[in-house]
């Protein structure tokens, strides 16, 4: 029963929850397909024209390339929070998270700490630095004294590796939830999600990408934390009360409140934190981020306010959590055959809905729907942007014009690459339909954590870090991670149908980090070139740099 | 100007100061979430029992939960001191590096 439940959730959680389940089993079953649901699908629709609306005056404002890839730098720490807070708040910490909370109880709440505690790292350590050496791409930082064309093509190479299996996961697991949440067609749900995120990116570029996501965060905070107060206030607000009453009725018993299974060996949990904490240091589309504002004290200022919604909200998810043991989980309603503990209508996924339709009837239910179709959209096009920027900007305007790309071509290749990425996605994801994605999500984490983030932090921190050095670090940390996936139980096992996987943990980052960075030290110390000599002298430019701000790429075009 | 400048104000001893306290405090507070961060998953792992024991007699909550909570809090704070920080003095002193080596260089 239980893992029939994980399994179905590691299907909705197609995006950064996924790793912890991917243990989940292949077969994900077929979904049914829920009735229309006319709420949501008239609340999506105002959500639309607005989005729509915001496009329209965006692209009015996107004249530039710099207006493309990062609104111009124009975007204040406030409305950056909220768009770092919105990328990292997918459909399925909504959804993946609240269910976990009902199966497995503080087990839930523990993995959200881990899935937290990244944010105050990569403030101290990396938001000032990305923004005063960053411009569009985080390409910008790691070639910026090594050897453009070499180190910028495999920065591409593994952010555009990132991107796309990110977003095909994305793609199958909106298809999944759109067909459940609304009952239209898989296809039509993919067309519609893929066009839509065509419209925004290569329309309103980054000013649009950026105010989508704001809206979606905001909508996201509004319907959850209704959801929470409303089911929260039918157990008068008393922690006591709800944990009582839930420990009663719930199939663990008083154990809810202690921690199970799923931390219980060290190197899964260790090796989740660093593939959590790293990978989002690596993801290309949060990176982008830190490009938008207009300086290092906005960029520091964006991850204290996302941070702190961040934290707000996995509060208000383990409370949801919490209460819908005891609302959905004794009310026959809301499963099969009227059958409580048995299967939940429309599988793990649905729970936080159930609970939504249950404290606040359809209109709830249908707004919290159009949240979730909102958060898909908001990612998406997030991540088309950081693909499409790693095409024309890194691949098309650095590495094949080398810089002699005139700003409107630049910004045509970057509109094509947006509307390839796009019916790429679609075409994957009708590909994928059946399959389980849960690995992509492990190889896009394992690949921004042990290819991108070791090249990126070692390119700001330490002097002797050579373009050979970058170079073997960054594939090393690839191939490895690639290789790792492939051999751990969720593509071995349940893709490629071995008996038994030959890597035993499911991210690969602890192993495949460290070699990434001993590559890149080994390397960079035997390499005694004339270059190398060169790249080691301009770190003290690049560190001033990094520190101060002087000459750092400003929204002064405007 | 840039070259010139940057090498200004690597000769400036303000600089070395503005990096050496500014990284003292990252580094500090970056320990600090790591050690405590890793501590609990540790205890998580090792030591389950006493993450599951209450804290008061006959209520609910769990030294796991207080402890949960208490790092959402308290990693927030930790984010809060060195934004002020980092956005208040430490930006005032980069202002002054950065204008003593405007003047210098023009």
């Given amino acids: 029963m239980q893992s029939a439940l994980v399994s179905r959730l590691g299907l909705g959680l197609f995006a950064a929850a996924a790793p912890v389940l991917a243990f989940a089993k292949p077969a994900m079953g077929e979904m049914e397909k829920q009735p229309l649901n006319l709420h949501a699908i008239a609340m999506f629709f105002i959500f639309v024209l607005l989005t729509l609306g915001i496009t329209y005056w965006a692209a009015s404002r996107t004249k530039s390339t710099s207006d493309f890839y990062t609104a111009g730098g124009g975007i204040t720490g406030f409305q950056n929070g909220l768009a770092i807070a919105g990328d990292y708040m997918s459909a399925a910490t909504l959804l993946g998270l609240t269910a976990m909370m009902y199966m497995q109880g503080v087990d839930a709440y523990i993995y959200m700490i881990a899935f937290f505690v990244g944010w105050p790292i990569i403030l101290f350590l990396m938001a000032e630095r990305l923004r005063n050496l960053g411009k569009f791409t985080f390409a910008d930082i790691t070639s910026y004294r090594l050897n453009q064309g070499k180190v910028r093509t495999m920065a591409a190479v593994s952010s555009l590796v990132v991107v796309c299996f990110y977003l095909v996961a994305q793609m199958v697991g909106a298809g999944q939830l759109i067909k459940l949440l609304f009952g239209l067609d898989y296809t039509i749900a993919l067309f519609v999600v893929g066009a839509l995120m065509m419209v925004y990116v290569t329309f309103g570029g980054m000013v649009a990408t950026t105010w989508v996501q704001i809206i979606k965060a905001c909508m996201l905070l509004i319907g959850g934390t209704t959801v929470m107060l409303l089911g929260f206030s039918q157990f008068g607000f008393s922690f006591e009360e709800l944990t009582n009453r839930a420990m009663e009725v719930h199939k663990l018993g008083t154990k809810l409140l202690a921690p199970g299974s799923l931390l219980a060996d060290p190197v899964t949990a260790i090796s989740l934190g660093l593939g959590l904490m790293f990978g989002t240091a690596g993801l290309p589309h949060i990176l982008m981020r830190f490009f938008t504002v207009t300086d290092a004290k906005e960029a520091r200022k964006s991850v204290l306010y996302a941070s702190g919604i961040v934290a707000y909200f996995f509060n208000v998810i383990a409370l949801m959590g919490l209460c819908a043991i005891l609302i959905v989980g004794t009310n026959p309603q809301f499963f099969e055959g009227g059958e409580i503990g048995g299967k939940v209508i429309g599988g793990g996924n649905m729970i936080a809905m159930h609970l939504a339709q249950a404290v606040g009837g359809n209109l709830l239910l249908g707004f919290l729907s159009a949240v979730a179709f909102a958060t898909i959209l908001a990612v998406v096009a997030g991540l088309a942007l950081a693909g499409a920027s790693a095409i024309s900007h890194d691949i098309y305007s650095r590495v094949i014009m080398k810089g002699k790309a005139s700003e409107k071509t630049e910004l045509k290749v970057s509109k094509f690459a947006t509307i390839g990425l796009g019916i790429v996605a679609i075409f994957l994801g009708m590909a994928f339909e059946k399959m389980n994605v849960a690995f992509m999500v492990a190889l896009a984490f394992g690949v921004a954590a042990s290819a991108n983030f070791p090249v990126l932090i070692m390119s700001m921190y330490w002097k002797d870090l050579t373009t050979r050095g970058a170079l073997a670090g960054g594939y090393i940390g690839l191939f490895s991670a690639v290789t790792f996936v492939v051999l751990s139980k969720s593509v071995w096992v349940d893709v490629l149908g071995f008996a038994s996987p030959i890597f035993p943990y499911t991210q690969p980052a602890l192993f495949s980090m460290p070699l990434a960075f001993l590559a890149t030290i080994v390397v960079s110390l035997l390499d005694k070139s004339a270059e190398a000599q060169n790249e080691r002298e301009a770190f003290g430019d690049q560190y001033v740099r990094a520190q101060t701000g002087v000459g750092a790429a400003t929204a002064a075009s405007h | ?106």
């Fill in chain 2, 1 to 106: 100007m840039s070259s010139q400048m940057y090498a200004h104000i690597r000769r400036n001893p303000r600089f070395a100061e503005l990096v050496a306290r500014r990284t003292r405090l990252a580094v500090m507070l970056s320990a600090v979430v790591l050690v405590i961060f890793y501590g609990f998953v540790m205890m998580v792992a090792f030591a389950p029992d006493i993450v599951a024991t209450r804290l008061f007699e006959g209520s609910n909550l769990t030294v796991g939960i207080a402890l949960g909570l208490f790092q959402f809090v308290l990693f927030w704070v930790l984010t809060l001191i060195y934004v002020r920080r980092a956005n208040g003095e430490f930006d005032d002193l980069n202002k002054e590096i950065v204008q003593a080596a405007w003047k210098e260089t023009k």
